[in-house]
């Protein structure tokens, strides 16, 4: 799906299945700032909410989601930080804003280097 033009010949169907095929991808190859917040978040770790990881919300696959409190958190790297990212992030963000979910950014230097920071402000959204 990624860029590649097949996707305007493929059906609905056909799509989904190619957006949960990257999201087990992605699961695979995850940062160490995301594994670390997955040893965090799961198993309702945090205020007792169920989060998912790398959940796919079509056309997107979202870091985190808790579909209880409609909240998205995202850890962005290096490429989020340039214009072309800035403008496909904002993107992102309105659309799922459209859906009703919430979106926390922070970056993969932050969770790493200044981790209780990312984690209160976690911790209050998620009460």
């Not at 958190?73 to 993107?91: N, S, V, W, Y």
Request: hydrophobic share 40%; aromatic share 10%; net charge positive.
């Amino acid at each position: 799906m990624r860029g590649d033009r097949r996707r305007f010949h493929m059906t609905a169907e056909e799509e989904k299945l190619e957006i949960i095929a990257f999201a087990r991808q992605l699961r695979q190859t995850a940062t160490d700032a995301e594994s670390y917040l997955w040893s965090i978040l799961r198993n309702r770790r945090v205020n007792h909410r169920k989060f998912r990881r790398q959940h796919p919300i079509q056309p997107y696959v979202l870091d985190f989601f808790c579909a209880e409190l409609n909240l998205c958190i995202e850890l962005d790297g290096g490429q989020h930080f340039d214009p072309e990212g800035l403008r496909k992030d904002a993107i992102r963000d309105a659309f799922l804003c459209a859906q009703g979910i919430r979106t926390l950014r922070f970056t993969n230097f932050d969770m790493l280097r200044d981790t209780d920071t990312v984690l209160n402000v976690i911790w209050n959204e998620t009460r």
